[in-house]
């Protein structure tokens, strides 16, 4: 009951707060009486599928969305769906207990829901250690997101459906990481892409909102090729696509090879590369990571929810959950590796130079993504999880305190124009500070112990690929200081730089968004010291059980703890140095920036402009199928298929039609020619038929 | 030789209800001429009673298949269920027709009468068993059907229609006399069952050429009777000619009439050279459904636009007669039944077009319906979209029951060419609900008489509601389509 409250109960709370919020706020209401282009239209009904045609139910159907004024639905939908998190929260903690500390691992079966042939499908909740922090992290993560909505989004529209997808969101997710099979992991995966597209483009009113929505969702697509080929592939060589049934027969399949356009390979490898591909596109990897910067555009704890608990993380999960398979595949696992580090280092090189205060933290996460994953590549798959779980705190906390700055400063998002609030935002300003040094791995704080293990980790692994990946983490460690510091000190200190008029408005957020900055700030700070023995100790395995299979050659985990004291000690000791550069970059000499900047044209304007990632694709890929699309629109559709097609048949329909009439002389003696004739047509078509 | 007879022996009770109803239709002519003021009113309803009581004592008459009056005469289960069908459509029509003919200045007896008489000749028709008979029965139609089309004899166009209708006729009928002295020349014999049997012994591959000519224009003759390709040409004009009542009994009496003779005809006397005539159907059938589809989209008419809605109509009907099996007369049975119910009720709403004391007819008068009288309009729509074939609605299943027995039959070309045609057809079904929905208003209708809005009401909700309970229609076609080739 556990078990399944904490993964329908966001499902609940979408349909109660997007049905009968919605209702309240009079959004089913077809015709708006008496208001006919009065601006009900902003309501939106094309929010939901559901073919409703409630009538009139004459109530309150004046004035509201005029003036944004809270309406009877918001608060009947913010009620609901944080009632229903926060009691899946709850839930979500005792079965991570339950689970992870009492060893009560177990699978829910719900129904069966795909039986044809020989593909099983059913719908079960597989409750491991991994799904057991997942649910708990992602419940706690998203029930403090969604009490913060019910403030950053009080002056909203369509408050019921923004909450109603928040919820469809963290359902989704849960789905996702509670999966026993692959087909369910992939409803799961599909609906945090359907739910991410939702929520990027939440206010679709805006042209650019709807561009990173539909951006968002076909990279995505791209990821999703691969990861549905994967599932097909493992299908075709394990005759299944139930978890425990796949990794039972892992041994048996690992030497089976296939043959593609003359190359053979291991089938395996192939297998893996393809699910890691679908794992690239959702956590945003190098290649596929084009996405996640221009989903800034959806209301900012959208950004949280994604950046900290759901979607992005869905990669990461994935690869670990998949262990089994990838540790019979070596080469697929330096491929995670080395696309990782490379993740890594380059997001964080662009998060350097960015200005959108959302934006560096996007790139942040972007990069950290890419430790998740090359830790997870040289089978630290504890350490890519452990870092993924405090992740989610600093990473919900920094995005939701950069919502708070938003909120101050009155929609200003561009750090150059903030500056010198700080003692005006004192709470925002400290769980800042804590996001910060946590997220750029000091000591006490909870990214201190994940990063450092999945760096330990990566060095111990005696592979170049684990040593490359070292280097660029140490790399992108020391630019992760940097950028942080930046931005902070940009946001919070100097001189203020924004006009008067702003800087008069500038006050500290609500309780109701307080709280749980507070309350994610806790994390921020003991979900490293309180966890990192459990995660990634000694006796990490007794932790993690059956959830994670590491195969017995590979010892990164082990040696991790044994590893050189320079390794251990460096990325605390770049992740210092940063700091040390960006308060001399920003407080001590702000003209030395502008400087370089200048003096290094083409990297800044390389870094700036993102490597390029976008232009490159736009080229290659958007253009090409622009005009492809062009001319088979204009030519294919328009003049070859309308032309014979619709237009043309129904010209040639009217041009018949128009004869028939003539034929109609209302002369008798016509007629009975016609008739006369008909009959000889009809006595010779019937010789002429039986000669044929 | 007609073997002496004795009165018992001519099985006369068999033919109880056309007796009954001759009988009835002479009384009230003589009841009507007796009368000083114009007693149509009166008149009218006792005809309804009368053809109520001619259809208990048509369903009174159990039994299985028997013959009567030496075997010109046959009453069995196919019989019984067209006539009922005929009967209902007389008295609909009637129904329909009083307060017309009294708001028309056509206030006279003799049209329900004449109705009467027509009605008569129709179940004479379907009780046919040879060809004397049957040219009986299709004289005595024709020529009730003449008359009342010609009824408002001051009207320049329905008196055109009368006069078109009856020189056409007269030319089918001819085709259809001379199409079967040739098959009593080739077989020796007018009974049907006579000339199954001769067929039967002839060399299936090669009959006799004489029998292939009468048999083409034994069809020819019955085409022209439902109005199908090539034979169809003065249903536009008569039907857009005659008073609107007539149209509408028109297009459903006769048609349901003509259209059982057909079926008993081929699958009776000439169900041996199936090989020979199927092709002929097949040929009238698709011709038909073509441009019922297609010259009914030039239409600006919209009783003109029904005749051509009718030609197509035959066009599917007859899909159901070219299966040539059991089948298919049940497929074309069920589509007979409902075309009469949404044919009848798109026929009351355009009885009810009369604005400023006159009747119009065009489509462009129907504009904004939806405004004036959403009722009515809405049930002009379901009537339409039936029409069109649009599921749930009654005319779907109509059509699906014809179309599967072409399938079943391997028939697949004509079942596909008569989707296409019914695409077609939905185009000008829809634009009538186009124009009454989404055109600017025309203005309001004068209010609807009482027996038409009971009419719209009743079909419409069969039509509607046909899809919940089908089987007591579905069977009772079934039940009767195995008489006719089950004997």
């Known amino acids: ?692 | 030789m007609i073997p002496a007879t004795t009165f018992a022996s001519l099985n006369w009770s068999l033919a109880l209800p056309e007796i009954f109803l001759a009988c009835a239709a002479m009384v009230l002519l003589v009841f009507g001429v007796t009368r000083k003021a114009d007693p149509q009113r009166e008149v009218s309803w006792l005809s309804v009673l009368v053809l109520a009581i001619t259809a208990a004592l048509v369903l009174a008459q159990g039994g299985d298949k028997a013959q009567a009056f030496a075997g010109l005469f046959v009453l069995d289960g196919f019989a019984r269920f067209v006539k009922l069908m005929v009967l209902l459509a007389a008295g609909l029509g009637i129904v329909m027709s009083i307060s017309y003919l009294e708001h028309e200045k056509l206030s006279r007896f003799e049209y329900p009468v004449l109705i009467l008489l027509a009605t008569l000749g129709m179940m004479m028709m379907v009780s046919a068993n040879d060809l004397m008979s049957l040219y009986l029965g299709l004289e005595l139609q024709s020529l009730s059907l003449y008359v009342i089309a010609a009824f408002a004899r001051d009207s320049e166009r329905s008196t055109e229609a009368g006069l078109k209708y009856f020189v056409l006729g007269a030319l089918a009928s001819g085709l259809l006399l001379y199409g079967a002295s040739l098959v009593y020349g080739f077989a020796g014999t007018t009974n049907f069952a006579a000339i199954a049997d001769v067929l039967t012994r002839a060399d299936a591959a090669k009959p006799p050429l004489g029998v292939v000519f009468g048999l083409v224009f034994v069809a020819a003759g019955l085409s022209f009777k439902v109005s199908a390709v090539p034979f169809h040409m003065w249903t536009p004009d008569v039907y857009e000619g005659s008073p609107t009542p007539v149209t509408a009994f028109f297009s459903v009496g006769p048609k349901i009439a003509a259209v059982g003779l057909f079926l008993r005809v081929m699958a009776g006397p000439f169900a041996p050279m199936l090989g020979q005539w199927q092709q002929l159907m097949v040929l009238i059938s698709i011709g038909s459904m073509a441009l019922g589809a297609f010259a009914a989209i030039g239409q600006s008419n919209i009783k003109r636009l029904m005749a051509y809605s009718s030609i197509g109509h035959m066009g599917y009907a007859l899909i159901g007669l070219a299966a040539g099996t059991a089948e298919g007369v049940h497929g074309v049975l069920v589509y007979m039944a409902i075309y009469l119910v949404m044919n009848v009720g798109t026929f009351a709403c355009i009885l009810c077009m009369r604005r400023e004391g006159r009747m119009v007819e065009g489509i462009d008068d129907l504009a904004g319906l939806a405004r004036t009288d959403p009722l009515m309009a809405l049930a002009l729509a379901i009537f339409m979209f039936s029409m069109a074939g649009i599921p749930p609605l009654a005319g779907f299943f109509g059509k699906l029951y014809v179309f599967l027995a072409a399938v079943k039959a391997g028939m697949w070309a004509l079942a596909i060419i008569g989707v296409l045609a019914s695409v077609v057809g939905a185009f000008y079904y829809l634009r009538i609900i186009k124009v009454m929905y989404f055109d600017a208003d025309a203005g309001a209708f004068e209010p609807r008489p009482a027996a038409l809005s009971a009419v719209i009401a009743g079909t419409g909700a069969v039509t509607t509601l046909f899809f919940v309970w089908p089987a007591p229609l579905v069977v009772a076609a079934q039940a009767a389509a195995a008489t006719l080739f089950g004997g």
């Open chain 1, 1 to 692: 009951m556990l078990y399944i409250a904490a993964v329908f109960l966001p499902l609940l709370g979408c349909l109660l707060a997007g049905l009968i919020g919605q209702y309240l706020n009079g959004v089913w209401r077809l015709v708006p009486a008496g208001a006919a282009g009065h601006g009900h239209d902003a309501h939106g009904h094309d929010d939901h599928a559901h073919a409703h045609t409630h009538g009139d139910h004459g109530q309150d159907d004046h004035g509201h969305g005029h003036d944004h004024a809270p309406q009877p639905g918001d608060r009947f939908a913010q009620m609901i769906t944080v009632l229903c998190m926060a009691v899946a929260a709850l839930c979500g903690v005792l079965a991570f207990f339950d689970v992870a500390y009492a060893g009560h691992a177990r699978t829910v079966t719900l129904f069966t829901f795909i039986d044809s042939g020989s593909l099983e499908v059913s719908w079960a909740l597989r409750y491991d250690t991994l799904s057991a922090v997942m649910v708990g992290m992602v419940t706690v993560v998203s029930t403090l997101i969604h009490v913060y909505s019910v403030g950053y989004m009080a002056h909203d529209k369509t408050v019921p459906r923004f909450m109603a997808y928040l919820s469809l969101f963290t359902f989704a997710m849960l789905m996702l990481v509670t999966a026993d099979n692959l087909v369910q992991l992939f409803f799961g995966w599909e609906g945090v892409g359907l739910a991410s597209y939702l929520l990027i483009g939440y206010w679709y009113e805006r042209p650019s909102a709807g561009a990173a929505a539909i951006k968002a969702f076909l990279v995505n697509r791209v990821g999703d090729l691969g990861f549905a080929l994967g599932i097909a592939g493992v299908f075709l060589l394990f005759g299944s696509v139930e978890f425990s049934t796949i990794f039972a027969a892992v041994a048996e399949h690992r030497d089976a090879v296939v043959n593609i356009a003359g190359i053979e390979m291991r089938t395996l490898e192939l297998l893996c590369v393809l699910l890691f591909i679908g794992a690239m596109g959702k956590s945003a990897q190098l290649g596929l990571h084009t996405w996640l910067p221009d989903a800034m555009e959806g209301p900012t704890p959208v950004s949280a929810l994604i950046h900290a608990a759901t979607m992005v993380t869905a990669g990461v999960f994935m690869v670990a959950r998949l262990s089994p398979l990838f540790e019979y595949a070596p080469n697929a696992l330096a491929l995670v590796t080395l696309v990782g580090a490379a993740t890594a280092f380059f997001a964080a090189t662009v998060g350097c130079v960015q200005n959108d205060i959302k934006r560096v933290i996007a790139y942040s996460t972007c990069s950290q993504l890419g430790y998740m994953f090359f830790a997870a590549g040289v089978s630290a798959y504890p350490a890519a999880i452990f870092h993924l779980f405090t992740h989610a705190f600093f990473k919900a906390l920094l995005f939701l305190g950069a919502g708070s700055v938003i909120h101050a400063m009155s929609d200003e998002q561009d750090i150059r124009r903030m500056g010198g609030i700080w003692r005006k935002v004192p709470i925002t300003y400290t769980v800042m500070w804590i996001g910060s040094l946590a997220l750029a791995g000091i000591p006490l704080f909870a990214g201190y112990y994940s990063k450092d293990m999945v760096l330990e980790a990566a060095w111990a692994s005696h592979t170049a690929h684990g040593r490359i990946a070292y280097f660029l983490g140490i790399a992108a460690a020391f630019m992760t200081a940097f950028y942080s510091w930046r931005l902070l000190l940009l946001t919070f200190h100097g001189t203020p730089r924004a006009d008067k008029h702003v800087m008069d408005h500038v006050h500290e957020s609500p309780l109701v968004m307080t709280v749980p900055l507070m309350l994610l700030a806790a994390g921020a700070v003991f979900a490293g010291m309180a966890f990192y023995e459990s995660f990634v100790g000694h006796h990490f395995a007794e932790f993690w059980r059956e959830a994670i299979f590491i195969a017995p050659e590979h010892h990164a985990m082990h040696d991790a703890h044994d590893v050189a004291t320079w390794v251990k000690k460096l990325p605390l000791v770049c992740a210092l140095s940063g700091i040390a550069l960006a308060y001399v970059f920003y407080l001590l000499r702000p003209e030395l920036p502008g400087l370089i900047a200048a003096r290094f044209q083409g990297l800044y304007r390389f870094l700036l402009n993102k490597w390029y990632f976008d232009e490159l694709y736009d080229a290659i890929f958007v253009r090409p199928s622009m005009a492809l699309g062009r001319v088979l629109w204009k030519g294919g559709d328009g003049a070859v298929i309308d032309g014979l097609g619709p237009d043309g048949v129904a010209a040639a329909t009217r041009a018949v039609a128009a004869r028939a009439v003539r034929a109609q002389t209302g002369f008798v003696y016509h007629y009975a020619f016609v008739m006369l004739a008909g009959l000889v047509a009809l006595v010779t078509l019937w010789f002429m038929l039986r000669a044929g």
